[in-house]
């Protein structure tokens, strides 16, 4: 199954995007900022963006881990 390896919000708030600022902006839509706090992995598209944002790549961001 694959996980985040950091706190996506969290990470992102330190950057100056806070969920506020991320849906105002229309950056990222309030279902895709729902499944990360649930901890489910959004789509590629905003997996695309969070790894823009942050500066990391893919591998930095999540993990699989055998259930």
């Not at 969920?19 to 279902?31: F, N, Q, T, V």
Request: glycine share 8%; charged share 35%; aromatic share 6%.
């Amino acid at each position: 199954m694959l996980k985040y390896k950091i706190d996506v919000l969290e990470e992102l708030k330190g950057k100056g995007y806070t969920s506020y600022k991320l849906r105002k902006d229309k950056i990222m839509g309030e279902a895709q900022i729902q499944k990360i706090r649930q901890g489910e992995i959004a789509s590629k598209e905003t997996l695309n963006t969070i790894c823009k944002l942050l500066q990391i790549q893919p591998g930095d961001l999540l993990e699989y881990v055998d259930d």
